[in-house]
């Protein structure tokens, strides 16, 4: 699963990016992509040796591949992790405990 969603982010990361560069080329000005997640985002899901062998399955090498996909990360912090009073179940996806939720970030 972690392989096919790691495929999906790269091909709609690639697919905005090439909007992004047509329109900034049409129009004659800059253009950012913000991506909410990341491809990255997945390792939270599986061990370090499973994430390494899809990367290497996929020929991406981890440190590198973030420098070649993005320009600049963020990285914000789970409210789980020093805001637990706002770290709550009211959305459906969130199925993770406060402790969960600290491990993965």
Avoid at 12 to 28: P, Q, R, T, V
Avoid at 42 to 62: F, K, M, N, P, R
Avoid at 75 to 100: Q, V
């Amino acid at each position: 699963m972690q392989t096919s969603l790691l495929k999906t982010q790269i091909s709609l990361e690639d697919i905005f990016y090439s909007i992004a560069l047509n329109e900034s080329s049409e129009l004659n000005k800059p253009a950012v992509v913000l991506c909410d997640r990341g491809i990255f985002d997945g390792s939270a899901y599986v061990t370090s040796e499973l994430w390494a062998q899809i990367l290497d399955e996929q020929g991406l090498d981890g440190g590198g591949v973030i420098d070649k996909r993005y320009d600049a990360v963020v990285h914000m912090i789970t409210a789980a992790d020093g805001a637990e009073k706002f770290y709550n179940f009211s959305n459906e996806a969130r199925y993770e405990s406060i402790d969960e939720a600290r491990v993965r970030d």
